[in-house]
C-alpha cells in the first residue's frame, strides 16, 4: 500500500497544476484581491490525507501565534507608531515609483565596489566535512540605501553592517556552489545545515555557502531583543531598504565564489529566505538555479493573515488612512511580483508545504503563477514539519541535474 505521506504529496502536486491562476495582471498591487489574506488554502484530498494535512496545519498555526505575538508583536508597534507611521509615510512615494517601473536594476543595484574578505573559525555545532574545510567569511558592506532620504537613520546600525556567511569547501578547486537563504529569526548555521540536510548535498559533490540575512546574528544590533527584530521595526522604507541591502551583500558573496573559482552558483532559501530567493531570481541572472522553500510572496498580506501582528497591521492602516493596496504599492519595490525573473523557467523550482500556515500555499501558488508555473513541488507537511523531505530533496536533485549544475 502506498505510504500516506507519498500519497499526499503526488495528489497535492497533481491537483495544483490544474488551479486556477492566482496572480492578477500587473500592477499586481491594485489588482490582487484586497481578501487575499483570508482565501482559503485548500488541496482537494480524501478524508485521510485531509488529516494528515490538517494536523501538520493546526501545529503550524500555534506555533505562528506564538511568533507573531512575539517576534512580529514586538516589531510592528514600532513601526506602527503614529510618529513613525507619518514619517515613513512620506517617503513612500519614493518607492512608489520605482515599482512601477517594473525594472529591478532601478532598485538592487549591481555592487560596483570590491570588499575585503575576512575569514574566521566555524562554531562548535557547525558542520565539519571528514574531507574539506569549514570557514565562516565576513566582509564590511559598502552598501548605501538606495532611497538618499534613509541613508543616515538606516546606516546608523552598525553591526548591521557587517556582511557574514558560512562556506563548505572540497578540497581542490572550486566546485559549483549551492547557497542557502535561512528564514526569520532561524539563523544559526548548524541548524539550517541539517533542517535542509546541506551535509548530504555536499556529500554530492557541492560546495555550500549559508548567508545570513541582515539583522539576523552577529548582524542584529546589541539591544536586539531577538535575532530578526531589526528587519520590521522600522517602517515599510526600511523594510524596502532592508531586502536592497540582503540582495547587495549576496552578490558581494557570489563575486567571492565566483573569484575563487565557482564555475556554477545556485540560490535555495526557506521562508524569508526563499522570498529573498525570489528576488535574487529577479534581479541576478549569474544564477545557475533558484528555489524558493515554503516562499511567501506579499509582506503586507502575510502579516495580515498572522494573528495578533495582522490586528497590529490593520489598526495601523485605518489609523493611517491607508488601504491594502497603497501598502502593498509602497512595498512592491522589494517584492519579486513586480519583477520577470532573469533566469529562464527551467531554472527554477517552488518547494511547498499543503499544511503550512506560517507562508500559507497560496503564496507558493502566487509566485508559481507570476513564474509561469515552473517546476513545482509540494509536500505534506507544515513550514517547520517537512514531512517526506526525502523525497523532496532527491526532486531537487533531480532539478539540479536537469539545468546543467554539474557536480564534477
Keep these: 500500500m502506498e ?36 482565501f482559503p488554502d485548500d488541496f482537494y484530498l480524501d478524508l485521510k490525507s485531509q488529516a494528515m494535512v490538517g494536523a501538520t496545519a493546526a501545529v503550524d498555526l500555534g506555533m505562528r501565534t506564538a511568533l507573531a505575538s512575539f517576534a512580529l508583536g514586538l516589531a510592528l508597534p514600532t513601526t506602527l507608531w503614529p510618529g ?30 570590491a570588499v575585503e574578505m575576512h575569514r574566521h573559525k566555524p562554531g562548535l555545532l557547525d558542520f565539519r566535512p571528514p574531507e574539506g574545510r569549514v570557514e565562516v567569511l565576513s566582509f564590511k558592506s559598502n552598501f548605501l540605501a538606495v532611497n538618499p532620504a534613509m541613508r543616515e537613520a538606516y546606516g546608523r546600525h552598525k553591526r548591521n553592517g557587517t556582511a557574514w556567511a558560512e562556506h563548505w569547501r572540497h578540497e581542490g578547486p572550486a566546485r559549483p556552489t549551492i547557497c542557502l537563504i535561512h528564514g526569520f529569526v532561524a539563523d544559526p548555521y548548524w541548524i ?10 555536499f556529500k554530492q559533490g557541492y560546495d555550500v555557502l549559508l548567508y545570513t540575512l541582515p539583522f539576523h546574528g552577529r548582524r542584529q544590533e546589541a539591544l536586539s531583543p531577538f535575532s530578526g527584530h531589526g528587519y520590521f521595526s522600522h517602517g515599510l522604507s526600511h523594510i524596502n531598504e532592508t531586502f536592497a541591502h540582503a540582495v547587495h551583500d549576496f552578490r558581494l558573496f557570489m563575486d567571492y565564489l565566483e573569484a ?39 509582506i503586507i498580506d502575510l502579516v495580515l493573515q498572522w494573528p495578533p501582528a495582522g490586528t497590529f497591521l490593520k489598526a495601523g492602516l485605518r489609523l493611517g488612512g491607508t488601504s491594502i493596496r497603497e501598502a502593498r504599492h509602497a512595498t512592491a519595490v522589494s517584492s519579486p511580483l513586480t519583477y520577470a525573473p532573469k533566469i529562464p523557467k527551467e531554472k527554477l523550482m517552488i518547494v511547498g508545504g499543503a499544511g503550512d500556515r506560517f507562508a500559507p500555499p497560496k503564496h507558493a501558488r502566487l509566485l508559481w503563477d507570476h513564474w509561469d508555473r515552473p517546476r513545482l513541488h509540494w509536500f505534506p507537511g507544515n513550514h517547520l514539519i517537512h514531512l517526506d523531505q526525502g523525497k523532496y530533496l532527491k526532486e531537487m536533485a533531480s532539478f539540479l541535474r536537469s539545468t546543467g549544475f554539474d557536480r564534477s
Design 192 to 201: 539550517n545545515s541539517r533542517f535542509l540536510a546541506l551535509p548530504w548535498f
Design 84 to 113: 513613525q507611521w507619518q514619517a515613513d509615510h512620506a517617503q513612500w512615494d519614493y518607492y512608489k515609483n520605482l515599482a512601477e517601473q517594473h525594472d529591478p536594476g532601478a532598485f538592487f543595484k549591481r555592487p560596483q565596489q
Design 3 to 38: 505510504p500516506i505521506a507519498q500519497y499526499v504529496s503526488r495528489v497535492a502536486n497533481e491537483t495544483y497544476r490544474h488551479s486556477r491562476r492566482l496572480m492578477p495582471e500587473q500592477p499586481w498591487w491594485n489588482n490582487l484581491d484586497p481578501t487575499f489574506h483570508k
Design 260 to 298: 575563487q573559482g565557482a564555475p556554477q552558483i545556485g540560490v535555495t532559501g526557506i521562508s524569508l529566505g526563499g522570498y529573498t530567493t525570489a528576488l535574487l531570481a529577479a534581479v541576478e541572472d549569474r544564477l545557475a538555479f533558484a528555489v524558493p522553500n515554503v516562499p511567501l510572496a506579499s
